[in-house]
């Protein structure tokens, strides 16, 4: 059923540009398309393209309590700018309070099990609390990002989450979203300048070289997959 859903989504959208889709798709599934944003490059794009097209889309962010001052930053930038409320999903008090209080605040750096543990309280179940109910479910993700998200498609079912995804900018460079976020005068968020590409909760993203993967300042002293459980294939 569901892969029947995304074939009709690929041919009916078929041409379209991305804002076109994005107003079939809040008009086809009214009060049902989400898009996530934790402010990075990519996301600022499509938020600045609801905003633009005064879309009936919902938007909202998962404030994980780790987050860099920077991001909090252009939050605030991107709320004065666009004036369009913008959803918060904390993780569950008592789930945080729990971890703190058996493992400490920085239990991630211990291993790879704790490091998803606290990724699972605060991302992942907030996130699968954002989704619930929802039809589509917009996200930022570009293939060039890592190689597990090279596998993804423009629409694609999510069964973890049992929603479609729309990936709109998938195909997009990191060039294309540096000009477009410049060209339309964009909040970016200030660490961009300072070597972080994808930015995530402050303990644990550090800044990249230029001849490191997009990925590499995520959870840097894992060496396996750089991804928190949000997007899976
Ligand atoms: Fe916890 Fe780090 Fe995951 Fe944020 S990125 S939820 S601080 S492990």
Not at 27 to 41: A, D, I, L, M, R
Not at 153 to 170: C, G, M, R, S, T
Not at 171 to 176: A, D, G, P, T
């Amino acid at each position: 059923m569901s892969v029947a859903i995304v074939n009709a989504l690929l041919e009916k959208t078929k041409g379209f540009s991305i804002e076109e889709t994005l107003v079939f798709l809040a008009s086809e599934y009214q009060g049902k398309v989400v898009f996530s944003t934790s402010f990075g490059q990519e996301d600022q794009v499509i938020t600045a393209l609801i905003a633009k097209n005064d879309l009936p889309i919902t938007i909202f962010t998962l404030d994980t309590s780790r987050l860099f001052q920077e991001t909090y930053d252009v939050f605030y930038k991107t709320l004065k700018k666009y004036k369009k409320e913008i959803k918060v999903f904390f993780p569950e008090a008592a789930s945080v309070e729990k971890l703190l209080e058996t493992k400490g605040p920085n239990s991630f750096y211990d291993s790879v099990e704790n490091r998803k543990e606290c990724c699972f309280i605060r991302k992942v179940a907030p996130l699968t609390k954002a989704l619930k109910g929802n039809a589509i479910w917009i996200t930022g993700l570009r293939a060039e990002q890592s190689e597990n998200r090279n596998s993804f498609d423009l629409f694609e079912y999510d069964a973890h989450f049992d929603i479609i995804k729309f990936n709109p900018l998938l195909k997009w460079s990191l060039k294309e979203v540096e000009d477009y976020l410049e060209k339309n005068n964009v909040p970016q968020n200030a660490l961009h300048k300072q070597g972080f590409v994808s930015i995530g909760c402050a303990p644990c993203t550090r800044a990249i070289t230029a001849d490191e993967d997009i990925r590499a300042g995520r959870w840097w002293w894992e060496s396996s997959h750089k991804e928190c459980g949000l997007h899976q294939k």
